[in-house]
């Protein structure tokens, strides 16, 4: 079959079937029905309201380059909403189509026009109507603004289709679901970033968008809203330029895409392949792994952290609390509001991580349960979970203590914040290790929850219960730091605070495995039944 018959009779049916897919998924609950027409208006007028704030800018001095930007940061979501929400559209993952007899170029086409029907692309033609318009002054830059939009949403669109046709593995197997947790992150952080952008916007005015903004004019597809810039400046040769830049760079998505799905079509999945080496071989620690301590300290802490790195839902509150600890400290200090003292909210971050340990092995804690009959056993359980978390948490919070005193230039302070960190991460550890025995509760394995039903209550006076406590516990640290502050000699003293926050912590950690250990032999039944729910 010709390449020409067989793309015009696969268009239509790819199209219909991205339809068919739509509407069988929108019939198969009302929740659902009604949460996508309620995202689709929201999204809609969001797309709406923008294009009027970019029409009412039109004739602005700099409005050109928050077009060309705003370009650049639409072609960024196309690009990564793949990496992160690979079960949104169906038609994404081109492996339910290796079986058929289709041609990669054909079927590129195809998908290409079937990705123009979505909330997604419609979103995409209102935000660039606006970005060419505002920027569009005269005959020439209107016929250029048509090719201009056309080219800048072609681009955006096959962007995210090759970048999902070259990491569809990637995003069908385990490491991809993790990309999945990790989104909300994801968006939170991009949250944070674009609330500092618009604060640095509103001090600064938009003027300092203009040296970005002359860089990404040459970058696919941004070049192409630049060339109706230039079009409008009688530049006409500069807009032909940007306009084959963004012309060429569809060209070369669409080469790259159409190579991806050759290879997806021809190359076997590794799941199809025998091992190269026998299934059963002898396992050693390698790595960092041989730097831990050797007996059960050491094999605890190896497996805390292998579900800190391996399972989903563990490494998820790990970015989360390590992606947080850092953006609220270092964002207060880059703003001119921020105090040493916010370095300790990555300290207390972290040091959540050690709240409900027995309910992060889920049902799986029946094998550690077995090997627990003393309260010996109990405490050194314990501390390897607790050394293994401060393998990260110490160097961590260091970190972000340092970064965040040097951006505030407040050097006199640092013994004084890290030994409060200290302090602060001693006491968690210690209340995390007492309420793990006391106040257990499972953490479902799937969606997006963290405490199963009819356990949201131990789950509170779990975490926020073990908090008060913690700063209750500090309290003797934050005496002293306040004392070091008021008192006329306590500048002499500052330094002390450091080797005292620390030792302080250390006590701390070593009571509260103390107390949790006897608790946790005596209450394992309780645990293991409390864990294993849902």
Known sequence: MSAGPESASITPVVVRLKLSLLRNGLRQSGGRRAAYVASAVLALLFAALQLLGLIALRGHAHIASVAVLGTAVLALGWAVMPLFFPSGDETLDPTRLVMLPLRPRPLVRALLVASLVGIGPLFTVLLLVGCVISVAHGTAAYVVSVVALVLALLVCVALARAVAAANIRLLTSRKGRDLAVLSGLVIAIGVQLVNFGLQRLGSSGLAQLDPPADVLRWVPPASAVGAVDSASKGSYGVAAAQLALSAVALAALLGLWARSLTRLMTSPDASTLQAAEPAARERTSTGPARLLPAGRTGTVMERSLRYVWRDPKTKAAWVTSL????????????????????????????????????????????????????????????????????????????????????????????????????????????????????????????????????????????????????????????????????????????????????????????????????????????????????
Not at 370 to 398: C, F, H, K, N, Q
Not at 428 to 443: C, D, E, H, I, N
Not at 481 to 506: C, F, K, M, Q, R
Request: charged share 10%; proline share 6%; aromatic share 10%.
């Open 323 to 534: 992606a947080i600890g850092l953006i609220v400290p270092v964002f207060n200090a880059l703003q001119g509001t921020g105090s040493p003292y916010f370095a300790c909210f990555a300290a207390g971050m972290l040091g959540i991580q050690m709240y409900n340990q027995f309910g992060q092995d889920t049902s799986a804690f029946w094998m550690v349960a077995l090997t627990i009959s003393t309260p010996r056993d109990a405490y050194v359980e314990l501390r390897g979970r607790a050394l293994a978390l401060l393998v990260i948490t110490l160097p961590y919070a260091t970190l972000v203590t340092v970064v965040t005193t040097a951006l505030l230039g407040d050097w006199p302070r640092l013994p004084e914040v890290l030994g409060m960190s200290f302090a602060l991460l001693g006491a968690m550890l210690a209340t995390g290790a007492w309420t793990s025995a006391r106040f257990p509760y499972s953490v479902p394995q799937a969606g997006y929850k963290n405490v199963v039903p009819g356990q949201a209550g131990l789950a509170w006076i779990s975490i926020f219960g073990g908090m008060v406590a913690a700063a209750l516990l500090c309290s003797p640290v934050i005496a002293l730091t306040i004392w070091a502050n008021v008192s006329a000699t306590g500048d002499e003293w500052n330094w002390l605070l450091l080797p005292t926050g620390a030792v302080y912590g250390a006590a701390l950690t070593l009571l509260g495995l103390r107390l949790a250990a006897p608790r946790t032999a005596a209450r394992l039944p309780e645990i293991l039944a409390a864990v294993s729910k849902g």
